[in-house]
């Protein structure tokens, strides 16, 4: 019987007899998305060779091997649009960067591939719709190649207030990659987790409050998340009118960037254009010490601080700061709810799909009947959800523009003014805890100011800054609406300076860390 070669940039699991497996990413799959872009337009590879290669690698580390299951579903299609694009790039025909470029998508976005989208639901298990997304009809413009589907918190974890970041009833759990008993954060576990292992070039995830940014921030890798608007909302799985957004996840900023020149519909374009190493020059930086963390992630921002401070930036401390309103974190917890169940039910009402559900109703009686959707933790947010009234309630239109405001106006926007400063930067998050279905996520005492950005809809990016005992950390930097590209051009000079991202080890648990061995074992 006749063996295939090894496609050109696959990597290998190596065993020996004294050594655990090594999944560490090996030769092309292991470069950057424009390093990779850069091997396709000189004709070093081939986008069928770069395909097969991330092909070979789900299977030996997403499906066997650690079994990280973050990759949910595979395009048949994927190896049929690498060829197209060799073709285009052999004709001198490449469409851009992107060309013969394989991404994944969360599984919340629809493609019209053969895919189902699912938000990770059974509810949704042949909800194959056959349209794109815009941003997907952007990146295919440009001839990237739909690999697949990103596993996530099933519906985008909007369904429990007990939920476990990184579950669906239909992928299972993701886990991360750095060290495999830890939570690999959400909605977008799956697109953080698969690019931070080398599962493609570039993911996009989607965020309404922190689905972005914490599983960017805690895989070490980057995650943009765009001022709400820059890229179109149409098509993927909702949950918030006025908070959702899509945005890049990848290994570089410079990576976002080409991501966001082929995904933004606003018309907006430039974003690789506008990145500059030394744009920090004579930059005011708002630095929000009073979201700065624990002494371990204080130690990680302040070595950012100093490659800012050293790149010409002057630094602000911002020692303090309380949402304006009585009721800030509860309001803006119902405008999620009450948004959530008009647009679900808008989505599932007009789904082209072969769904049995068309009401977020209907949904909840549909998981009530179905054991494994149950199986982990109960549907309290999607209760609570569905008891709220219609988008014309003046007490939903009273609290949406209320916590906009203290965001926005009164927080961003405030603080920038107030100090005089041109971005704001903090920790991204907090270290990540251990995955625990028993008691749901049970996260530290957060770090960060994320949700600000969030709430208002403003720009967002996180940059990697090193480890703690081999478990990342990310740096933040956020900014008022519209200032997208000086966001990432900001995160591009930062990276640059520090390049700070760390490869994924693969650990079990903490007691494999090189630095915790022997404190973790007992003394003499």
Partial sequence: MACSPTPPGASQTVTTDSAAPDYRATDLVARTLPDLSDALLSGETSSQALTQAYLDRIEAVDRTGPRLQSVLALNPDALAQAQAADARHASGAARGPLDGVPVLLKDNIETRDPVATTAGSYALADNVTGRDSPLVAGLRAQGAVILGKTNLSQWANFRSENSVSGWSALGGQVRNPHMLDRSPCGSSSGSGAAI???????????????????????NGIVGFKPTVGVIAQEYIVPISSSQDTAGPMTKTVRGAALMMDAMATDGSAGYTAALDADCLQGVRVGVLRFAQGNEDI????????????????????????TPEGDNFWG????VLQWEFKATLDDYLANSPGDIPVRSLEALIAFNQAEPREMAVFDQSIMDMSQARSGLDDPDYLAARDTVRRAAGERGIDALMADYDVDILVSPSGPLSSRVDPINGDTWPDWAGAGYLAAIAGYPHVTVPMGTVHAVPLGFSIMGTAGQDKQVLSYAYALEQATQARAEPGYLPDAYAAEDLKAALEPGR
Avoid at 196 to 218: D, H, K, M, W, Y
Avoid at 305 to 321: S, T
Wanted: glycine share 10%.
């Fill in 298 to 321: 204080q130690s990680r921002f302040n070595a950012g601080l100093d490659a800012m401070e050293a790149a010409g930036a002057e630094l602000v401390a911002i020692e303090d700061f």
């Fill in 196 to 218: 931070a292992a080398s599962l493609a070039a570039g993911a996009v995830g989607t965020e309404t409050n922190g689905s972005i940014i914490c599983p960017a921030q805690v």
């Fill in 331 to 334: 309001d803006s917890y119902a």
